[in-house]
Every structure is written in structure tokens, then in C-alpha cells.
């Protein structure tokens, strides 16, 4: 109410002033800069506003820059009314890659333009803990003034998600703005840390220190100038300190730190209404002197009243370097605006997790911060206990995940404001990666056996291993009653064969869900066994040539040594023209075989049974087979009955069907395809009572005899006829 008041007030006396005194439009940001995290793949979410601090309602537009196509401004344009604030988001995505990306979104309003800078950092998911650091590579400084302190350039550290420990030899190190130390301390992922050593006394000699972080060790090295610099430059570059707005009347105000550039001979530095500091060391007032590449910072205590403005002036060289502080300008306000902190899910129980960093904003006097679950880290400082915070502190909050399947809830309070940082860990893997034992079946009778040792993977915890059957569980080869047994650890089993020869027995492990059998078999007396690999062979009456053939699939078992004797017996099998004519290509098999069977000329159509017999190790076994001899409905002849085809020629072979029984029907011959010869039917399927295969060789065809055969088939019977050809040299 105070407020609005004030405004309308305002408004009233601006109006009396005349057209000239009319209120303009103007509008801030929260921020200036926006800095989110997320983890690759994922999406984030920041707020923040636009507040209008003219005197008439404004419309705005806002649009990201080109060049962000990760990044989504929502709530790009609308409006919003003298002295109020709009709530904006920032949505970003990271993509699959992790790194760090940055962006800029403009909002406009009343001519007037607006930037804001985002970052964002992607990351990966949680995994096993990284403590091996990216190199610093300090660069080497040369031309540095003799017995003087010498600071590195500043470098961030990376590649680490777990703190790691940090040792310095010949020199000191300062981590973020703090103060230069020799001690053992420690560092994360994304602190910045800079060294410093004395140079040389001596021109032209060059020193060294070592700087350890995390096992890496990273060298700094500085070479003094071996005489004065011919031009010495003792004006720095420009530095600032910037203004503190909004401080509480009365408080302690500490500015940025700036860094000493530009000079090459060390200058004075001395201030006026207030105190220095150089590189992190205690505050003071009277004048030293400062080197290239040292930071200084400005504290003084804020005005004692409200809106009123105290300024120190830091002299550095010629330099002259204002920093100011106001205080408030009304009441005191202990609501920050809202932030918020994404949830992790699925995480490594007891790993070390850090939120993303926000800023504490909309306050104008300090305030209690404190969390119930970890540690706040507040401007990269760790604060064990609760802490005071004031707007323009970054705050993250650092937590230990619980273990798997567990919840973790840290409630963040800062001021008035309160919020929560969920953490839900992995549910554990009780599942193991599946295994097997091989089974086994050359065992000695009444004989005790281990299986294979299996090491167990896949799992996050301990599991129960029990055993089903006459079996001994090992667990590391060692005999065990059972119990939990954790990945890393190898099983097996132990059991005893049966006293029977060809009997098998089996024993079943359980771990967890997983069941994994071994069977363990007797050796077998020596056998075989016999099996066709086809239906029967049907094949045409009248003895054409036509053959049948098939395979005899011969298993030697039982620890079986000599070969299997094949013979063929039937009623019809023989040499004669009414028999079949059979042959197997290895009688003394080992393993399958071929046999080949053709019907002699005046074999009369039917079906006819065949018996092949294998005989070792004094056993017989058979397996019975038929052979289907059917009137064929037509058939085949060729001439000339031998043909010779040039290399790099061609050669006619004419095919006679000679139909039987009525058959009209077509006839369709099957294609031909031996290396370096092409077949071409004249037609095909062919109506007629003939037909003409050409026969064409390539130029680097082999020269041989050839013994290919005609299959066809026509009135649901397939005809064979095999023909000779020759492939000749070409003609000179």
C-alpha cells in the first residue's frame, strides 16, 4: 500500500510539471546472467523477471539470439504494468555430449533493449567416482621482475566429479578468491585456482613449483628479465569494482575482485575511505605495492541511513578506482525470489552430489541459510552449519546419496523462503549377469566333479546362493552352506556321477532370480547311430539316367573309435535290369555320407523298400527307406549326345520331350549355372515337343568335360536328364 501510494504521488506531481516531466518507459532484469545445469539429454528450468521501473505499462518481446537453438524463452512477450514485475522462464536442454554452452536472450520494450547471458553446463550421469583431473598447463612466465612474487594465470579445474586433495611444493596456491596458502586442502569440479612464486633474484634465472591436484601434477615455471625493461609501463589496464546496491545501513560491503593488468615494474596501490586487499590476504590501509597478474579487492562500511551512497577510492599506478555502496532504499525484505532445484533420480548410492548453483536475489538485507540434509556452499565455500547469505550470493547445496532404493529430501531454507532437493537413488541389481555350467558326459562312474567356476557380475549387493540336488556349493573353491555372496566372488559346484554307466544327474544353483543347472553323465558303452536327411527319392520308370540320392547321417557316441561299416540290402537292390543299382560313397564311415540310387531299365512303377544296415563294435543298426518308381508323363532326349562349345563361343543343344500317357501339359526346365558358362532355353516352360538350350563360354572358360543334368518337371513329376559337353579352345 506504502508503494502504490508513493507512485500515484509521483505520477501527480509529474503531471503538474508539464507534458515535458511525463513519465518514460524502462525496464530491468533480474540478473544480467543466468547460470543452469543439467545432465546430458535432459532439460532445466530457471525463472526470472522483468520488472518495469518507468512510469507507464509496458509491452515487451523477447526472442533467444541466434546461434542457442538449446534454449527456449517462455513467456516471450506480454505486458506488464508500471512499478510491477513479470516472472519469465528459461527452459534449456543439453545435448548427448557434455560440455559447457552459452547464450543470449533480448527482450525489448519502449526502445529500449535488454541482454541477459545464459550458460549452461551439461554433465553426465552420476557413474563411479572420477579423482583423476584434467592438466592445469599454467603457462610460463618469462621477463618477471627479480625476487618478486609472481602469480599464474587462472585456471578451472575439471574431469573430477569428487573432490580431490591439493599439495604445493616451491610455491602457494588460492583457490576461488580466497587467500594464497602452502597447506593441504582440497578442490571440485569447476573451482578456480591460480599459483604464486618468487621469482629469482638473480636476471635471466628461471624457477619452478609443482602443484598437485588429485595425483596430477601440474609445473609453474617463471624466468626472470635479465635487465630492466627498456620501456616500463606502470599504468595499469582499467580495472572495476562495480556498486553494491542495496546493502543493509551500517554492513560491512566487500567489492569483486579485479586483477593488476597492463604493468611491467610494480606500481603503488593505496586507498581513500576504506581498506584494500591483495590476493586474498587481510584487509588493510596503508599503501604497498602491487605486481602484474595480483587481485585486489575494496571493503568499507555502508552508509548508516537508508538510499545513501558511500564511495572508496583505490589509487593503483595512476589508476584511480571508484567502488560505492547504497544502502536501502525502504523496508527491510527477507523474501528472495523463488528458486529451485532439480530432482536427481536413479544416482550411485553414497556418491558425493552437488545441486545446480543459484543466486540469492530480491533481498536487501542478509539472512539465515540453512538446509537439513548436507552442506551449503555459498560464493565456493563450503559452510558446515547454517549460514548468512545476501542477494548476489551463489548457493548450491552438496549431499551424500543414500543407499540404493532410498529417498533423500533436503530442505533448503533461505530467509523467508523454503524449497527441497529430492534425490532418489538406484534401485539395487540383485539380478545377476546370467552364466551356465557346461554340462559334462565322459564321467567315470561313482566319481566326484566340479563344475567350471562362474564369478558373479552384474549384481549391487550381496545375494543368496542356495543349491537344489546332491550337490556341494563352492564359493572362491572353497565348500560353503550357502549365504550371500557378493559380485566378485566365483560359484561352482561339486557332485558325485552315478554309479550306472550312460545316467545322468543334475544339480541346480540358485543366485537370486537366476537358476543354472550342471548335469554330470556317465560314460556310454561304444555306439552309433544311424538317420536319413530326406523324404524318399521318387524317380522316372524306364532307367533314363535319372538318379536319386540322400545323405545317412552316422553319430559315433559312447567314446566310439572305429568307423561304421554302411551297407544296402532289398529285395529289388542289385545289377540286373529289374533291380536298383545303390551305392554309398563311404562305406567305412565316420560321419554322414552320401548314397546314391537309380532304378535299371525295366523296373516296373511302385514303391520299393531299401534297408541300409551299419555295423561296429559288434552292434547292428539299420534304417529303412522306399523308393517310389513312377510312369513318368513324358520323356527327355538330346542331341547331339556329345556337344563342344569354343572358348568364347556358343553351341545348340536340342531337347526332345517325348510325351506319354496324354500328357499335353508344359514342361519347365530348372536353370543351369556352372563358372564361365551361360544357359539360355529357347523357351521355357515349353508348350511343344522341343526345344533349343544354347550353351555360350567365355572367353577364359575352363577347358573340361562337363556333366550337367537336365531336371524339369511337367504333370506334377519332376524329369531328369544328364547330357555331356566339352568347352574347347577357339578356333584359330
Known amino acids: 500500500m506504502k508503494n502504490t501510494l508513493l507512485r500515484a504521488a509521483l505520477l501527480l506531481a509529474l503531471a503538474a510539471c508539464g507534458p515535458s516531466a511525463l513519465p518514460s518507459g524502462d525496464f530491468e532484469l533480474s540478473a544480467p546472467a543466468l547460470s543452469l545445469e543439467a545432465l546430458t539429454t535432459t532439460g532445466t528450468r530457471r525463472d526470472f523477471s522483468l520488472r518495469n521501473t518507468g512510469g507507464v505499462t509496458l509491452n515487451y518481446h523477447g526472442q533467444v539470439l541466434e546461434g ?77 621482475e627479480p625476487a618478486s612474487p609472481v602469480i599464474s594465470a587462472e585456471r578451472t579445474v575439471s574431469g573430477i566429479n569428487v573432490p580431490v586433495t591439493v599439495r604445493v611444493s616451491g610455491g602457494e596456491y588460492a583457490v576461488d578468491d580466497e587467500a594464497f596458502t602452502d597447506a593441504v586442502g582440497s578442490v571440485r569440479a569447476g573451482q578456480r585456482i591460480r599459483v604464486r612464486l618468487t621469482a629469482s633474484s638473480t636476471p635471466g634465472a628461471r624457477t619452478g613449483m609443482v602443484l598437485d591436484v588429485g595425483g596430477v601434477r601440474n609445473a609453474f615455471s617463471v624466468t626472470t628479465r635479465d635487465r630492466p625493461p627498456a620501456d616500463p609501463d606502470a599504468s595499469p589496464d582499467p580495472m572495476r569494482f562495480g556498486t553494491r546496491e542495496g546493502v543493509l545501513p551500517g554492513s560491512t560491503v566487500i567489492s569483486e575482485a579485479a586483477t593488476v593488468q597492463g604493468i611491467n615494474v610494480p606500481v603503488r596501490v593505496s586507498v581513500q575511505g576504506g581498506e584494500f586487499s591483495v590476493d586474498g590476504e587481510a584487509f588493510r590501509t596503508d599503501p604497498t605495492q602491487v605486481r602484474q597478474g595480483q587481485r585486489l579487492r575494496v571493503r568499507h562500511v555502508a552508509a548508516a541511513g537508508y538510499d545513501q551512497t558511500v564511495t572508496t577510492r583505490l589509487t593503483v599506478g595512476d589508476l584511480e578506482v571508484p567502488f560505492s555502496s547504497r544502502t536501502l532504499a525502504e523496508a527491510p525484505d527477507a523474501l528472495p525470489r523463488a528458486f529451485f532445484f532439480s530432482a536427481r533420480n536413479g544416482v550411485r548410492p553414497h556418491v558425493v552430489l552437488d545441486s545446480e548453483e543459484i543466486t540469492v536475489e530480491e533481498i536487501n538485507l542478509p539472512v539465515q541459510a540453512s538446509t537439513s540434509s548436507g552442506t551449503l556452499w555459498i560464493n565456493g565455500v563450503e559452510h558446515p552449519g547454517d549460514a548468512t547469505v545476501v542477494s548476489g550470493d551463489r548457493l548450491r547445496v552438496r549431499v551424500t546419496s543414500p543407499d540404493f532404493g532410498e529417498r533423500l529430501e533436503a530442505q533448503v531454507t533461505v530467509g523467508e523462503y523454503r524449497t527441497r532437493w529430492i534425490i532418489h537413488t538406484a534401485v539395487a541389481d540383485v539380478t545377476p549377469d546370467p552364466f551356465s555350467f557346461p554340462a559334462r558326459s565322459d564321467a567315470e562312474m561313482n566319481t566326484l566333479y566340479d563344475s567350471e567356476a562362474r564369478t558373479l557380475s552384474g549384481i549391487d549387493r550381496p545375494i543368496p546362493v542356495t543349491v537344489e540336488g546332491e550337490a556341494t556349493l563352492l564359493v572362491d573353491g572353497q565348500p560353503s552352506d550357502g549365504g550371500a555372496v557378493a559380485a566378485g566372488q566365483s560359484v561352482a559346484l561339486r557332485m558325485r556321477s552315478s554309479d550306472t554307466a550312460s545316467t545322468a544327474v543334475t544339480a541346480t544353483l540358485r543366485a537370486g532370480e537366476l537358476r543354472v543347472p550342471w548335469t554330470l553323465t556317465t560314460r556310454s558303452t561304444p555306439d552309433f547311430r544311424l538317420a536319413l ?31 561304421v561299416r554302411l551297407s544296402v540290402s532289398g529285395e529289388q537292390v542289385g545289377s540286373a535290369p529289374h533291380q536298383f543299382r545303390v551305392s554309398i560313397s563311404q562305406p567305412e564311415a565316420t560321419g554322414p555320407t552320401q548314397w546314391f540310387v537309380a532304378p535299371g531299365p525295366e523296373v516296373a512303377a511302385g514303391t520299393y523298400p531299401i534297408v541300409i544296415r551299419g555295423e561296429a563294435a559288434g552292434r547292428v543298426r539299420t534304417v529303412e527307406t522306399q523308393l517310389v518308381v513312377f510312369d513318368p508323363p513324358y520323356d527327355l532326349t538330346h542331341s547331339p549326345d556329345v556337344l563342344q562349345v569354343p572358348q568364347g563361343g556358343s553351341a545348340d543343344l536340342t531337347l526332345r520331350i517325348v510325351r506319354k500317357n496324354g500328357f499335353s501339359g508344359p514342361v519347365t526346365f530348372d536353370p543351369i549355372h556352372l563358372p564361365g558358362l551361360s544357359f539360355r532355353y529357347s523357351e521355357n516352360p515349353v508348350a511343344g515337343d522341343a526345344v533349343t538350350l544354347t550353351i555360350t563360354a567365355a572367353p577364359d572358360a575352363e577347358r573340361r568335360v562337363w556333366w550337367p543334368t537336365l531336371a524339369s518337371s511337367g504333370g506334377g513329376r519332376r524329369i531328369s536328364e544328364a547330357f555331356r559337353f566339352d568347352v574347347v579352345a577357339a578356333p584359330r
Do not use: K
Not at 506480454?78 to 554452452?101: D, K
Open 68 to 144: 542457442a537453438g538449446w534454449l527456449r524463452l517462455d513467456g516471450a512477450s506480454g505486458q506488464v504494468e508500471a512499478g510491477q514485475s513479470r516472472t519469465l522462464s528459461i527452459e534449456a536442454v543439453c545435448p548427448a555430449e557434455p560440455g559447457n554452452l552459452r547464450g543470449r536472450v533480448a527482450l525489448e520494450a519502449a526502445g529500449i533493449r535488454r541482454e541477459l547471458d545464459v550458460s549452461l553446463r551439461c554433465t553426465l550421469p552420476e557413474s563411479e567416482p572420477d579423482a583423476t583431473p584434467d592438466p592445469l598447463n599454467f603457462p610460463e612466465v618469462t621477463a618477471a
Open 533 to 563: 536327411d530326406r523324404t524318399p527319392p521318387e524317380l522316372p520308370q524306364g532307367g533314363s539316367g535319372s538318379y536319386g540320392m540322400g545323405t545317412v547321417l552316422v553319430e559315433r557316441i559312447g567314446g566310439l573309435a572305429e568307423p
